[in-house]
């Protein structure tokens, strides 16, 4: 019946019959042709692969009714010893991007709405959290996040959210792009765990939220607002850019810092010297109103102390334990000495 086209739904649908009454002679390997002929002429059948073949001609357009063949697969081991239930969905969600259908979503509250797959099994999270590893290992790193937030794994959901903020941070925000979507993703998820209890170490929570901060400081920058941005830096503790603050002190900080924060000090230093180096511009060529009299004494002391400022950001770079890449030692260097 399988090999008839005109005949193939009836051969599943009686294959699922037998199966049902355990009547059927299954193959060792999943990866077997569907039908295998062995030396004492009893046929063999790939049960499992006759379902996963049969559904794809409806998977996409029709994933709840997939769901409904798949789950007669539960129980059943793939090549990995994978459930093949588990692993089925995985490839229905990556493909069909039902997300929020198939599995549910979150609500704004941290509730997670049940998706289809609730009404078949009890264990919905180890299901959810086996889609989103599979994600993960396909390196569909934004999916794995929701998923993983999905699953209530807040740990891993910052884990790769810090790794790919890390990577953008710096960059400028133009819509649509990688930055611009991350950043978006963040914030929602960031807005979320500030007001609803979630399970994510306090480490990965500094880091998530120090990035975020960051990205903000870096925004300003790019839109020329320099005071807003040197705001946000000297909030950040970063730099020794407070009264107070000594060098030495942020080098010993800086060694406490995630990597994912680390890599983003050579981008840090030079947006926030080229702030200085702009701010000191500006003081130079800045002329008092017709009828005010100069006041050369308070724009000599705010060019010295921005003068201090790009020095200490200098011994800074010199000191932390952090290979630069390129030439930012180089153009750090240059802009202190455009300052005198």
């Known amino acids: 019946m399988w090999r008839v086209q005109q005949l193939k739904t009836h051969a599943v649908h009686f294959a699922i019959a037998l199966y049902d009454q ?24 790939n049960f499992p692969r006759m379902v996963i073949s049969y559904t794809r001609r409806f998977a996409l357009t029709d994933p709840r009714e997939a769901l ?23 490839d229905l969600v990556t493909e069909s991007r039902e ?21 078949f099994k009890d264990d919905t999270q180890d299901v959810i959290e086996f889609v989103a590893t599979k994600a993960e290992q396909k390196g569909l790193y934004e999916d794995a996040i929701r998923l993983y937030d999905l699953a209530k794994k807040h740990n891993k959901v910052l884990e790769i959210l810090n790794r790919l903020l890390s990577q953008v941070v710096s960059s400028p925000c133009v819509p649509h792009t990688d930055r611009d979507r991350l950043q978006s993703l963040a914030v929602h998820i960031a807005e979320r765990y500030r007001s609803h209890p979630h399970t994510a170490s306090g480490r990965a929570s500094h880091t998530f939220f120090l990035l975020l901060d960051t990205m903000q400081f870096f925004d300003h920058y790019h839109a020329k607002r320099w005071n ?57 060529y800045s002329t008092p109103r017709p009828g005010t009299p100069r006041q050369d004494g308070g724009q000599e002391a705010r060019k010295n102390h921005l003068r201090q ?32």
Do not use: W
């Open 99 to 119: 997300f929020e259908m198939l599995l549910g979503k979150v609500e704004d509250d941290g509730t997670r709405k049940p998706g289809c797959v609730d009404k």
């Open 309 to 340: 400022l790009a020095r200490a950001l200098i011994t800074f770079a010199g000191m932390i334990p952090y290979q630069m890449p390129g030439d930012t030692n180089a153009r750090l260097v240059q802009m202190d000495v455009l300052m005198g």
């Open 228 to 284: 807003e941005a040197l705001e946000v830096m000297k909030q950040l503790r970063l730099l020794p850019l407070q009264p107070g603050e000594t060098v030495e002190q942020k080098v010993t900080a800086f060694q406490a810092y995630d990597d994912e924060v680390r890599q983003c000090f050579p981008d840090i230093l030079l947006a926030t010297m080229s702030i200085l180096y702009n701010e000191y511009k500006q003081t130079s």
């Open 68 to 90: 409904q063949y798949f789950y007669l697969l539960k129980g059943l081991r793939g090549p990995h010893s994978e459930d093949l239930f588990s692993s089925c969905i995985s």
């Open 22 to 45: 355990n009547l059927l002679n299954l193959t060792n390997s999943t990866q077997a042709q569907i039908l295998v002929s062995v030396p004492e002429g009893v046929h063999q059948l």
